[in-house]
């Protein structure tokens, strides 16, 4: 069995609440609960825990995401058709943009 190994890209990303149960906790709209934070960031934890508490969702914790960025509807559908242009879907994404960074240092970025 061969063993793999997760390479996580950066330190910042998305905190979520998860309930007790481990749901991830969104809204009617299906919006998920989260905050844009760096990794460990105690106080970030705290505000998306009290948050939880005045929607009455007593317990749970936050999961960290990295990588992971708040995007509004007009956001989605550029990345949704950008997906279906064949193209990677966030023109922001951290790992895109670090292999796109070491192509162009090697010399063999192709547009």
């Given at each position: 069995?061969?063993?793999?190994?997760?390479?996580?890209?950066?330190?910042?990303?998305?905190?979520?609440?998860?309930?007790?149960?481990?749901?991830?906790?969104?809204?009617?709209?299906?919006?998920?609960?989260?905050?844009?934070?760096?990794?460990?960031?105690?106080?970030?934890?705290?505000?998306?825990?009290?948050?939880?508490?005045?929607?009455?969702?007593?317990?749970?914790y936050?999961q960290?995401?990295?990588?992971?960025?708040?995007?509004?509807?007009?956001?989605?559908?550029?990345?949704?058709?950008?997906?279906?242009?064949?193209?990677?879907?966030?023109?922001?994404?951290?790992?895109?943009?670090?292999?796109?960074?070491?192509?162009?240092?090697?010399?063999?970025?192709?547009?």
């Open positions: 069995m061969s063993k793999v190994t997760v390479v996580q890209e950066t330190n910042m990303g998305l905190y979520i609440w998860k309930d007790k149960e481990g749901r991830t906790v969104v809204n009617e709209n299906g919006d998920v609960m989260n905050i844009a934070s760096e990794q460990f960031d105690e106080g970030k934890i705290e505000l998306l825990r009290q948050a939880a508490v005045k929607f009455g969702i007593e317990g749970g936050a960290f995401r990295p990588g992971a960025r708040q995007i509004n509807d007009e956001q989605l559908q550029e990345q949704l058709e950008r997906r279906d242009q064949g193209l990677v879907p966030d023109p922001y994404d951290v790992g895109e943009s670090k292999d796109v960074m070491e192509q162009i240092k090697n010399g063999t970025y192709r547009q």
